[in-house]
């Protein structure tokens, strides 16, 4: 399927259903039953090189209009998205924001009782194939530091790289099937890939 003409055909319907809450969410991602299109995610996680694991994730509504306002509106293109890592037991809902993740989410922020990088880190994206766009090959690293240990619950991929920060958009977010609990040195790597399919 051609991504770029799919959308092209089907904008006005998909701005239509988003406006009125004409889809569906599920563990499968974001359907559009009149479209015939499904929208979905997968983090996928491992703590120094083993223990790989994915976990299913919710494209918010903000995001949602994001992908349709660059692809097919006069909206501008993100030069680069951001994962950031959340400590509470919580799962994200279609209505967080970039504006509301950090509260709704207790975003990990802290330098010495976190992670030690000053930002959240990138996500280094190949170019899309197959309706499928991911950071396979160059997956987002983490270097815990923490005098006792972190649990991550989840993650978000965001606009801005400040960690805490509250402006810009959330694209995607996910709650683990398990929490990770980390300590000091461990190197938590994260990917993530995005797929638009025909349903």
Do not use: C
């Given at each position: 399927?051609?991504?770029?003409?799919y959308?092209?055909?089907h904008?006005?319907?998909?701005?239509t259903?988003?406006?009125?809450?004409?889809?569906?969410i599920?563990?499968?991602?974001?359907?559009?039953?009149k479209?015939?299109?499904?929208v979905?995610?997968l983090?996928?996680?491992?703590?120094?090189?083993?223990d790989?694991?994915?976990?299913a994730n919710?494209?918010?509504?903000?995001?949602?209009?994001?992908?349709l306002?660059v692809?097919?509106?006069?909206?501008t293109?993100?030069?680069?998205w951001?994962?950031?890592?959340f400590?509470a037991n919580?799962?994200?809902?279609?209505?967080?924001?970039a504006?509301n993740?950090?509260?709704n989410?207790t975003?990990?922020?802290s330098?010495t009782?976190g992670?030690?990088e000053?930002t959240?880190q990138?996500?280094?994206?190949?170019?899309a194939?197959?309706?499928?766009?991911?950071?396979?090959?160059?997956k987002?690293?983490?270097t815990i530091a923490?005098a006792?240990?972190?649990?991550?619950?989840g993650?978000?991929?965001?606009?801005?790289?400040?960690?805490?920060?509250?402006?810009g958009?959330?694209?995607?977010?996910?709650?683990?099937?398990?929490?990770?609990t980390?300590?000091?040195t461990?190197?938590f790597?994260?990917g993530y890939?995005?797929?638009?399919t025909?349903?």
């Amino acid at each position: 399927m051609n991504i770029d003409r799919y959308l092209l055909k089907h904008s006005r319907e998909f701005a239509t259903a988003l406006r009125n809450h004409q889809y569906e969410i599920s563990d499968a991602g974001v359907h559009f039953p009149k479209q015939g299109a499904i929208v979905s995610g997968l983090y996928t996680h491992d703590v120094n090189g083993t223990d790989e694991r994915q976990d299913a994730n919710i494209v918010v509504t903000e995001g949602l209009n994001h992908i349709l306002d660059v692809a097919l509106h006069d909206a501008t293109k993100v030069a680069t998205w951001y994962f950031g890592l959340f400590s509470a037991n919580v799962t994200p809902v279609n209505t967080w924001t970039a504006a509301n993740f950090t509260a709704n989410a207790t975003e990990i922020v802290s330098n010495t009782e976190g992670y030690s990088e000053t930002t959240r880190q990138a996500f280094v994206e190949a170019a899309a194939a197959a309706g499928s766009i991911n950071n396979t090959a160059s997956k987002a690293a983490f270097t815990i530091a923490t005098a006792t240990s972190v649990t991550v619950w989840g993650a978000g991929l965001l606009s801005s790289n400040i960690k805490g920060g509250t402006t810009g958009t959330l694209l995607s977010s996910a709650k683990f099937s398990a929490a990770r609990t980390l300590y000091a040195t461990d190197v938590f790597n994260l990917g993530y890939t995005l797929t638009l399919t025909s349903s």
